[in-house]
């Protein structure tokens, strides 16, 4: 029989190397996501939405998503103006999030429900161009603006 001393060490190695398993990406800088939108618009979240795996709305919000699990959140936006796109945007479009954040439906509609901003996007899917930091705030519109007509 092992001694509790030798198993507390094992759980204690165990616990600090749990941070090193978060799932995270690296910041992107502005100017390259704006250049890889071709969807950019203001708009408000006014629905923050999850479905699993075979498309079945999920309403617990303790449902996570992460990597492992087949759940999908998707933020309802109203957009107000559109700044670029390719076709029309509808004036209701669902932008579906990274599902390999640790997540859950509560804590994104906390986050994300009411808030405004300018939102790049990609595909007809209305995809978010990067996991994250493609929500900007309505104030970084002159320079989102001007890296849009930047070479």
């Given at each position: ?54 498309g ?82 309505l ?12 070479p």
């Amino acid at each position: 029989m092992k001694s509790p001393a030798i198993l507390l060490a094992g759980l204690l190695c165990l616990g600090a190397a749990m941070p090193a398993l978060a799932t995270s990406v690296a910041p992107k800088p502005l100017q390259d996501m704006v250049a890889e939108a071709d969807q950019i618009v203001r708009a408000t979240v006014v629905a923050v939405e999850m479905v699993d795996g075979r498309g079945r709305s999920l309403t617990d919000p303790d449902a996570p998503t992460g990597p492992g699990v087949s759940n999908e959140i998707r933020l309802v936006l109203q957009v107000q103006d559109v700044l670029r796109s390719p076709r029309k945007v509808p004036g209701t479009i669902r932008v579906p999030l990274w599902t390999m954040w640790h997540d859950s439906l509560g804590r994104a509609r906390g986050a994300y429900l009411h808030s405004e901003g300018i939102f790049l996007l990609k595909s007809e899917r209305h995809a978010p161009v990067y996991p994250m930091d493609f929500q900007r705030p309505l104030e970084e519109r002159a320079r989102i603006q001007a890296l849009m007509g930047a070479p």
